[in-house]
């Protein structure tokens, strides 16, 4: 099986969890080698190069995916829209849609890119997922991972094990990943207790609003 991972911070505790539970040195070597921004893992799994991946959520209609996903109830911090007139984030297909969706204009920025932003207080800026909850009150599911019907059911088995029990970052990882991305480590452990992995009913309800709103949009 090859796992297509997004090499962002928010899955930190996901790839770790992953790296214990992959079961062969072949799919944990394909797993380490296969890394990407979203909108690249995208085209990797519908090109069938790969077996499973979190995909972005705004592509994930009609597949098999799993109740885990990439989760913020509010402010996300590394997904922001900044003055201007509208400009895509070529790393990106849900927020570029979530922008659209929400009707706002301005360039969207994603990821590390995002967060040194959101770190260096730039006064200017809209973060989208605070933006959706100040609107739906809900949380904003920017991913789920999902699979190929063959590998479903382990990729399923996986997600549950995962969710089952909070996944610890062990400190040394949590000091060289900030490093490695250029940011504290303080400022890494304050945006991962943003994020989350659960999609319950909340999460499903607006992952439902979110898809009627980019398919009524034509996204």
Not at 69 to 75: C, Y
Request: aromatic share 10%; proline share 4%; hydrophobic share 40%.
């Amino acid at each position: 099986m090859i796992f297509r991972k997004i090499d962002y911070l928010n899955l930190l505790p996901f790839h770790m969890f992953l790296k214990r539970r992959l079961k062969s040195s072949s799919e944990r070597s394909a797993w380490q080698r296969h890394g990407s921004v979203p909108s690249s893992v995208n085209r990797a799994f519908f090109g069938r190069r790969v077996d499973a991946a979190v995909i972005s959520s705004v592509k994930s209609r009609g597949l098999k995916c799993t109740d885990m996903g990439i989760v913020a109830d509010g402010e996300v911090r590394s997904v922001l829209l900044l003055p201007g007139s509208f400009e895509k984030d070529s790393e990106s297909d849900t927020s570029n849609a979530l922008a659209k969706a929400l009707g706002l204009e301005g360039k969207v920025i994603i990821g590390d890119k995002a967060l040194h932003y959101y770190l260096g207080d730039n006064p200017e800026g809209i973060d989208l997922a605070a933006e959706w909850k100040r609107r739906y009150k809900l949380p904003f599911v920017f991913a789920r991972l999902c699979a190929h019907p063959r590998y479903f059911k382990r990729i399923e088995k996986l997600s549950k094990e995962f969710l089952s029990k909070p996944q610890k970052v062990p400190i040394y990882i949590l000091k060289k990943k900030a490093m490695e991305h250029g940011i504290s480590c303080k400022d890494l452990k304050e945006y991962l207790a943003l994020i989350y992995y659960r999609i319950g009913w909340r999460e499903r309800r607006s992952l439902g609003r979110f898809l009627w709103l980019t398919k009524r949009s034509g996204l």
